[in-house]
């Protein structure tokens, strides 16, 4: 095993002591940097920029350059495994994604088939390999892959939702081929995260978008036991490391206490909880991270920074948080202010580490 040059944001996963509390953001290769706009011009389209290595690597690496952050995170898409299942993955300009073989009909359900990741997907596992060996062991690197239901809604729905019609329909008229798509989706997503691990991914996260929109006794049925089952399928320790998992349910404040029996290391949080109040019920569990609202780093730098304060006071001592957003950055946010973050949370939160 090759030591980490910075391995802060491994520790705080394990709840170990750190000298700072450690940052990342979710969608810190986007749109908001414009290297990354002129990385995804030149590849031409979002999903030849997800399916060419290099371009992925290029763009996973564009944030370090600039930023002090303690981790990168695969340059990816949630999506990439129902379209390794045929479904016919496209962006429509404006629309967002879409899938031309949406799951409507029992037959098509019944003959899903969870991809084999070294061969429908290998285009993401040598993006790892390759952004592995180009950050020669400087932060660790995190893989990520959509919930087993978040994958299943766009799955049903064909498309992102503001009322998820066709997918809650399915799973309350039909629970049995929703329970089935979950089951395919969660050997998907394991087989997925554990080629990732293998490649060289040293954390695992789980994005589950859209179970916060679920009744709690859904949540309880269609959500959160599958990412138990992934917690446990997923290899624990790879090259001598433990490898930490992360999973993240927008909108999942009112589940915390049985998030952190799942089997993770660490809860992602959104912006609608506070962070001291979400400690104090996981106790020593498990980790947090997150939380601050995207939306504060439109504001001027000293709100930025001032907001960012308190969300450390709210942690307060010790180690376990990871800071992040409580959602992905916004395209339209100025770089200058994420700089104006990761400074403050670097120097900041020492205090917060004696």
């Known amino acids: 095993m090759t030591a980490l040059k910075n391995d802060t944001f491994l520790r705080a996963l394990l709840r170990q002591p750190t000298e700072y509390t450690p940052i990342w953001v979710m969608r810190q290769a986007g749109r908001y940097l414009p290297e990354y706009c002129a990385t995804r011009a030149r590849a031409g389209s979002f999903l030849n920029l997800c399916k060419t290595p290099s371009l ?7 944030p370090l350059a600039r930023y002090n952050l303690d981790a990168a995170i695969l340059f990816s898409d949630i999506l990439t495994i129902p ?14 994604p879409k899938f031309e073989r949406p799951l409507r009909e029992e037959w098509a359900i019944r003959n ?17 390999a390759e952004i592995h060996r180009a950050l020669d062991n400087s932060v660790p690197l995190i893989g990520f892959a959509g919930s087993p239901f978040t994958l299943a809604c766009y799955m049903v729905e064909g498309s992102g939702s503001d009322t998820y019609k066709e997918a809650k329909t399915l799973m309350y008229s039909r629970p049995d081929l929703m329970h089935h798509i979950l089951d395919v989706t969660t050997k998907a997503v394991t087989d997925y995260l554990n080629a990732q691990i293998e490649a060289g991914a040293q954390v695992v996260m789980v994005y589950d978008s859209w179970g916060g929109m679920l009744s709690q006794a859904a949540y309880l ?15 624990r320790e790879y090259s001598g490391r433990v490898v930490p998992r992360i999973i993240f ?4 404040g009112l589940w915390l206490e049985q998030m952190a029996q799942c089997g993770t290391d660490a809860i992602g949080l959104d912006w609608n909880i506070e962070i001291g109040d979400a400690r104090r019920r996981v106790s020593d569990k ?19 920074a001032a907001e960012a304060r308190r969300i450390l006071a709210s942690y307060g001592k010790g180690s376990g948080h990871i800071f992040n957003l409580g959602h992905g950055i916004s395209q339209f946010t100025p770089p200058d202010h994420m700089q104006v973050l990761v400074d403050t949370v670097r120097e900041d939160s020492r205090q917060y580490h004696v």
């Open 83 to 96: 379209d390794a299942m045929g479904l016919g993955l496209y962006f429509a300009e404006g629309e967002g």
């Open 56 to 62: 992925a690597t290029e763009v996973t690496l564009q």
């Open 249 to 252: 349910t927008k909108g999942g």
């Open 286 to 304: 498990v980790a947090l991270q997150g939380n601050m609202d995207p939306s504060v780093l439109f504001a001027p730098p000293a709100a930025v």
């Open 221 to 235: 049925e269609f959500s959160l036991p599958y990412m138990a089952r992934i917690m446990e399928g997923l290899t």
């Open 112 to 128: 899903l088939q969870a991809p084999d990741p070294h061969d429908h997907l290998r285009y993401v596992i040598d993006a790892v």
